[in-house]
């Protein structure tokens, strides 16, 4: 192992140093008990850094340093990792729970209100991932992996639990999109805004659902590598072709939103609604977004000629 990568002592002492300051002015900032109540996500936050420099001080005190480092490391980083975002899911619930009262008394618009509430949804599923992680880790010895020709760890398929989450995700992504095309459909109705404005955002939505369809695909090829019908190269193959399909829908489905928003700047121009700097600036990026196009149908062909 070269020793450049080696954390010695000057590093070690140096991040202890710098953690115990930090630990020490966050004890500070903490009211006197009985007056104040403090905030959980503060509390967890403060056990957070508390852990970390608890982890600096044991790697510092192992013999076996030197033949597991990256182990320590990586499981310190890991742990820390858990009890931020933990202390992150407590400020996002405490958030909720706020935006939940105003919304019950009129001072928080229901969509507002959905937005705060999917927010601290997704950081529950952050924390789900973080701790899945830090298990494989304590579980291998090495940095998670998510390819979808990864073994699986003493029996646990870690790939496949990522998946689960990445697809809960996704659904709360779409979720938001729904009733944002919901709101942006009322608006149009009303005469309120173009029509345009609608056929994008739908549009944008049809991709992310598509998104769902996606991970299920991948599912099944994590299945049948595990059952071994298939080859971890067969598997690389499969899903760089799922993820290029994901792309040209999304490149496709740029170029025509911006193609109809092209055509609408260059009506506005003629009349002298606006400047030529918004549709040379609109002209580019349809540009950008038919050379993206072009690329994702590039790797597509050499893809389907490998399979």
Do not use: C
């Not at 967890?44 to 192992?62: D, P």
């Not at 579980?139 to 809960?168: C, M, Q, W």
């Not at 992310?208 to 298939?230: N, P, S, V, Y």
């Amino acid at each position: 192992m070269p020793k450049s990568f080696e954390p010695d002592s000057q590093f070690l002492d140096k991040l202890e140093w710098q953690l115990a300051s930090e630990f020490r002015r966050m004890s500070r900032l903490k009211p006197a008990a009985g007056n104040v109540a403090v905030p959980r996500w503060v509390v967890a936050f403060s056990l957070a850094a508390g852990v970390l420099l608890m982890g600096v001080a044991a790697i510092k005190a192992a013999d076996s340093i030197k033949e597991a480092w990256r182990k320590k490391i990586e499981i310190a980083r890991l742990e820390t990792d858990v009890k931020l975002k933990g202390a992150f899911l407590e400020f996002k619930k405490e958030l909720t729970a706020r935006a939940e009262t105003q919304a019950s008394v009129g001072l928080t618009r229901e969509d507002e209100y959905l937005w705060i509430k999917t927010g601290a949804e997704g950081a529950a599923l952050d924390l789900e991932r973080a701790r899945l992680d830090l298990d494989e880790v304590k579980a291998s010895g090495e940095t998670p992996h998510n390819e979808l020709y990864a073994p699986a760890v003493d029996g646990r398929d870690f790939v496949s639990e990522r998946l689960v989450i990445e697809r809960k995700v996704l659904e709360l992504d779409v979720g938001l999109r729904r009733a944002r095309d919901e709101r942006l459909k009322h608006r149009v109705d009303l005469g309120l805004a173009p029509h345009d404005w609608l056929d994008g955002s739908v549009a944008s939505t049809a991709v992310q659902e598509a998104g769902i369809g996606d991970i299920e695909k991948r599912f099944a090829l994590r299945k049948r590598f595990l059952a071994g019908t298939i080859t971890a190269e067969e598997v690389e193959i499969e899903d760089r072709m799922t993820a290029v399909e994901r792309d040209l829908r999304q490149a496709q489905s740029t170029v025509d939103s911006l193609k109809k928003r092209l055509e609408s700047l260059q009506a506005k121009e003629a009349v002298g609604m606006i400047s030529d700097t918004e549709v040379q600036q609109a002209q580019f990026g349809l540009s950008y977004a038919q050379a993206q196009l072009s690329l994702a149908l590039l790797e597509k062909d050499v893809l389907s000629k490998i399979k």
